[in-house]
């Protein structure tokens, strides 16, 4: 049976009114999810500080290229 918009939003609407929240259920979709985000990177460890050391090397070496590039580019003005 094919709906055309106006109908499927009424009829989602309807289903929404006609269905109590059950807490359980919406509990286990937020852990599902929590648990997603936390596989793919998005939320952050409990240690803000884990892994800095990578970072200070990273931006040590980006700073000493972007340092010799500018002292070995040729001056103008």
Known sequence: MMMDRKEFEEF???LIR???PDF???LKIMD???EEA???GVIRRKDPLAGIETVIEM???VNLVRR???E???RTG
């Open 12 to 14: 989602e609407r309807n």
């Open 59 to 61: 931006a040590r070496v």
């Open 18 to 20: 006609s269905t109590k």
């Open 24 to 26: 359980a259920r919406n």
């Open 32 to 34: 599902a999810m929590y």
């Open 68 to 70: 010799d590039s500018v």
């Open 72 to 74: 070995d580019s040729p």
């Open 38 to 40: 936390r596989r793919l």
